[in-house]
């Protein structure tokens, strides 16, 4: 638009896999390369304004061994998709303005940068580093306004800068700082959050503002200690995740990206490996919102090379990951070593020394990074997993708090593992999963405070490379369905959190059963975090009990024999005579009164069918947002079973299909993907399947806004 003109422009790629070649009205701009972290064109000189103009980007996303992570697609256990698959911003400035973190290219500058070199409940102080390019042909004089603005968008306090002068075509970064009263601390258990909002005034006229949020917080770490935030101890019991769904790949809407982190929240957990890369902007907004740790990775996984390029690409990777990143309140640590790599100490050193000038010398920055008995230079080592069937050690940094970054899969055979479990596997094989994360997560609190906390390998089902298809390894499925893991975990969860998170807090109790003929009624096992579980079936009290207590034998007892015994909420396990088919009820108490309850059902034959939405925490929002819809079937009595009939799914309105229309459902659910068109109003959601000659269908209206 002539409207624009006058004004710098530009148009930044969040994520584009991998190599770009870019050309504007058949000029060539350049070549910009990774499919993880953003990168910004300048349009301002280069487009005519008030005519039509043409972008054309060539993207190839072939394997290239000096991009990380570089090695082929066909040896890579995840994929890495293709095209332009995050979003696009068209940014319109004056041509006095705030810069972009990435593209003013900047060691520890550019755009916003915040710090907090003092933090605690009675007084926290705020740094803050703006970075201001002036691109008109003449001086500049203007002032820079910080307003801190608390959750209802009230003043908390401000700051104004005297008067300052750039040339023609200068830049140059601007220190503040703010003083807090009485912070609202950031903390998994209460992420409070601020917006610092950043005003360039030329005289009394604004030209440019940016919003930035951020959680005022402290980390510190020490092998005596542990992990403290805010100066409180805390242990992490977290997890990895993939950001792939099915049949759309990484291309996940930004709400689709917060129901990924909200379910994890849910399930009790506090931190998340991004393993093996920066992931979208938008799930570490959720983070920051919904109080998850981050370690944050570079691209990388099992594979080196020593080309001068590679090597370039991954230490601009450590950059850019971190410039983009860095005021998040949610990271922890940052990851700059290649995963599963091992290459000499002078490398890890080289990349720990690129991270660290891009913090300054500015508190809360630790880095993290495999060690492998080959001393680097990490703050917060991995412990080293030498096949020794789960004895963590960390020889490499015996005076370093360490991080457990994967658990309960290679334990028990890594690509043969029982802990791979898809959701159709039936209970026996579910229960040995929840049982294999439960003893693994329980061995390692041994090494706590010096082991700052464990990871799962992984929260969510993955498509593992080209070839090998659907592993089950996570505690929910692909489409992002709970397994019996999943509710051990949410046992754990602590009684209150902050009432902003009151889904990931308080009573719980969950019957890890179907309850069918193919039960172990001698070993029936019910999750909570309550004081007692009492147990009826078909109305009949059979015993309370106190949770698990003792030791139990595990696969090896190498591994010092207890599955329960370091854990606050252990499970409860009720030996019950026989199968009687029925309904089985959990009630949990605490002080002697219920306070939580559960129930399963013996299934009947598929007679109903009942659509569900997978909201997870955020609504179903037209323009684009991706939804995973449900179509249970039910038994006549409203109980889920376990058919594996086909199902055919449609839609009435502004919606598109992003799966296959008809599919077999897994245990009883059938899993689709819509995508919302741009419209508000209703949409018909409808689906059928037959059963026994006849057809059943169910419908959901749901309403856009």
């Known amino acids: 638009d002539s409207k624009y003109k006058g004004k710098h422009l530009s148009l930044e790629f969040e994520g584009v896999m991998q190599v770009s070649d870019v050309w504007i009205n058949d000029k ?52 890495y998709y293709s095209g332009i698959y995050r979003d696009v911003w068209l940014h319109v400035q004056d041509e006095l303005h705030i810069t972009n973190s990435i593209s003013a290219n900047k060691v520890a500058g550019g755009g916003i940068f915040v710090s907090y070199p003092v933090v605690s409940k009675a007084r926290s102080t705020v740094d803050i580093q703006t970075h201001v390019a002036n691109q008109y042909q003449q001086a500049k004089q203007f002032t820079i306004e910080q307003e801190l603005l608390d959750s209802k968008g009230h003043i908390v306090t401000s700051t104004k ?62 092998s005596e200690k542990g992990l403290l935030i805010n100066g409180e101890p805390f242990n992490i019991s977290g997890t ?49 919102e919904l109080g998850i740790l981050i370690i944050n990775c570079i691209p990388g996984w099992q594979y080196l090379n020593k080309n001068p390029a590679f090597v370039h690409h991954s230490m601009q990777d450590i950059r850019q990951m971190i410039r983009r990143d860095r005021n998040h309140a949610s990271i922890l640590l940052w990851e700059v070593s290649i995963n599963e790599v091992y290459p000499p100490a002078d490398f890890r050193c080289k990349q720990v020394a690129v991270a660290r000038s891009e913090f300054g010398n500015r508190r809360n920055f630790f880095t993290s990074g495999d060690s492998y008995f080959t001393k680097a230079c990490y703050d917060v080592p991995y412990d080293d997993w030498n096949g020794d069937h789960g004895d963590r050690n960390n020889t490499t940094y015996p005076n370093n708090a360490f991080l457990i970054r994967e658990y309960g899969d290679y334990e028990f055979g890594g690509g043969s593992s ?82 902003m998170l009151s889904f990931a807090s308080g009573p719980m109790v969950r019957i890890a059963s179907d309850w069918n003929a193919a039960s172990d009624p001698s070993k029936l096992i019910v999750y909570s975090n309550c004081e007692k579980v009492e147990l009826l079936i078909n109305g009949k009290t059979v015993q309370r009990l106190a949770p698990d207590n003792g030791p139990q034998t595990g696969p090896n007892k190498s591994f010092d024999g207890g599955n329960a015994n370091r854990l606050e909420h252990p499970p409860f396990t ?19 009164k219920p306070v939580a309850k559960d129930s399963v059902t013996t299934a009947g034959a598929f007679r109903q069918l009942k659509i569900e939405l997978a ?35 449609k839609i009435k309105g502004d919606a598109s299909l992003m799966s296959p229309a008809t599919v077999n459902a897994e245990a009883g659910i059938a899993s689709f993907l819509v995508r919302s068109g741009d419209s508000k109003g209703r949409l018909e959601l409808s689906a059928v399947a037959a059963a026994e000659g006849i057809n059943v269908k169910g419908d959901l209206k749901v309403n856009f806004k």
């Open 615 to 649: 909201t997870h925490g955020r609504n179903w929002e037209k323009g684009g947002d991706i939804m995973i819809v449900y179509a249970k079937l039910l038994d006549q009595k409203g109980q889920l079973t376990a058919s594996k009939q086909r199902v055919t799914f």
């Open 418 to 499: 029982s802990s791979r479990q898809l959701r159709g596997a039936g209970e026996r094989k579910l229960l040995q999963q929840a049982w294999n994360l439960q003893w693994a997560h329980n061995k390692n609190r041994k090494y706590a405070p010096r082991a700052i906390g464990d990871l799962t390998w992984a929260f969510y089902d993955g498509l593992a490379g080209v070839v090998v298809g659907i592993e089950g390894w996570g505690v929910a499925d692909l489409f992002r369905i709970p397994k019996f893991s999943y509710y051990f975990f949410k046992s754990q969860q602590p009684e209150h959190l902050s009432p």
């Open 161 to 222: 800068s005297p008067i300052y002068r750039l040339k023609p075509n200068e830049d140059k970064a601007y220190q503040q700082q703010i003083e807090v009263r009485n912070p609202a601390l950031w903390h998994p258990d209460h992420p409070n959050l601020y917006t610092l909002k950043t005003i360039i005034k030329v005289g009394t006229k604004q030209v440019d503002e940016k919003l930035t949020r951020i959680g005022i917080r402290s980390f510190d770490i020490s």
């Open 574 to 592: 009720f030996k019950i005579s026989g199968f009687d088919p029925g309904t089985v009820k959990a009630v949990g108490y605490v002080k002697g």
């Open 28 to 79: 060539y701009i350049g070549r910009f390369t990774g499919g993880y972290l953003p990168f910004e064109i300048d349009l301002t000189d280069k487009v005519v304004y008030g005519r039509k103009n043409t972008i054309l980007l060539k993207v190839n996303n072939k394997a290239n061994p000096v991009v990380p992570p570089g090695k082929p697609v066909a040896k890579l256990d995840f994929i």
């Open 240 to 288: 990895n995740r993939h950001q792939n769904y099915p049949y759309i790949g990484n291309a996940i809407s930004d709400n689709a990206t917060y129901r990924d982190a909200w379910l994890i929240k849910a399930a009790g957990m506090n931190a998340v490996r991004s393993a093996h890369y920066p992931p979208d902007p938008s799930f570490l907004d959720a983070a920051d």
